[in-house]
């Protein structure tokens, strides 16, 4: 079945590590997300790519990094810059634009230790 | 920046009873989509909304989009356990993402 895989499902990491989050697509969509999700907040984007080899600052990119180096395959990683990164992370893709709605992996729940 | 603002924050209800969630703009939507997320879950795509003053239905659930494109509305007739969640609506401004609302977590009390 198609889907997004995000992994790990809880990661634990110290304060002044970076950290990679997995998130791959078998669905062939060209538009891959990421959202953060803190309670009360809703979900706030922090990078989105709408084509490989190209991806744009969200509304919270600070901290951050991504690449896109293949359709299926948009790993985000939470550097050291980023204060507070104790979090539930989403990734999401749509065939392209907005056209569609989207479709979310099942996150990855970050706890800074 | 754009914001879309979302209404009541909880909702606690009686299983039975209807339950309505509203979605606001300062500014104009290109188009509006509704989304679930169960709890411990992530959220799931129920429906988009384009045109205005448009209104779909979905078994229980009926979602509008007002006439000048800046509110949104999901109502759900006589609520079952099975609609417990957090629903969200998200908007686009005419580019290619979409900014979320804060959301309305239902709870029904059996």
């Known amino acids: 079945d198609g889907g997004i895989t995000q992994s790990p499902k809880y990661l634990f990491r110290k304060e002044g590590q970076n950290v990679t989050l997995s998130c791959e697509q078998n669905l062939n969509h060209d538009a891959m997300y990421w959202y953060r999700q803190d309670p009360g907040q809703g979900l706030r984007l922090i990078y989105y790519s709408q084509i490989v080899n190209d991806f744009q600052k969200g509304d919270i990119a600070e901290g951050y990094s991504v690449s896109r180096e293949k359709k299926e395959s948009f790993p985000l990683t939470v550097t050291s810059a980023q204060k507070n990164p104790t979090a539930f992370y989403l990734c999401?893709?749509?065939?392209?634009?907005?056209?569609?709605?989207?479709?979310f992996g099942s996150g990855t729940r970050l706890t800074v230790v | 920046g754009q914001q879309v603002m979302q209404i009541p924050q909880y909702q606690h209800v009686q299983e039975g009873e209807d339950f309505t969630t509203y979605c606001n703009s300062s500014?104009?939507?290109?188009?509006i989509q509704w989304y679930k997320q169960r709890p411990g879950g992530h959220p799931v795509f129920l429906i988009q909304l384009v045109k205005s003053g448009e209104v779909k239905k979905q078994k229980r659930l009926t979602f509008q989009f007002g006439e000048a494109k800046k509110n949104s509305s999901l109502h759900i007739t006589a609520t079952q356990t099975t609609d417990v969640g957090t629903y969200f609506c998200?908007?686009?401004?005419?580019?290619?993402?979409?900014?979320f609302g804060t959301g309305t977590r239902l709870t029904i009390i059996p």
């Open positions: 998200a908007g686009s401004f005419g580019n290619e993402k979409l900014t």
């Open positions: 500014t104009t939507l290109s188009n």
């Open positions: 999401a893709s749509t065939p392209d634009g907005l056209s569609y709605g989207y479709t």
